[in-house]
């Protein structure tokens, strides 16, 4: 049995003025209150982004040298 994709949210989309646009096409969310961070995290319990496939990699890459920082401390 193959598992299909799964079609998550842009959420550049339903709230697009806590984004900015960079070169590249890139966006980056812009928290400047608590409540941004709040609404990211509603987001992704929400919508169970980190239940989907594909979102998790083996490779140890920056997002995740990153969160083991954070950890850290």
């Known amino acids: 049995m193959r598992v ?8 550049t989309e339903i709230f697009p003025t806590k984004y900015v646009r960079r070169h590249g096409g890139r966006s980056i969310f812009n ?9 990211m995290l ?6 169970r982004y980190y239940d989907h496939l594909g979102i998790w990699s083996p490779v140890i890459d920056r997002d995740k040298r990153i969160t083991a920082a954070a950890e850290e401390r």
């Open 4 to 11: 299909g994709a799964v079609e998550l949210p842009d959420l």
């Open 31 to 39: 928290a400047s209150q608590d409540d941004d961070f709040s609404w």
């Open 42 to 47: 509603r987001m992704i319990d929400e919508n």
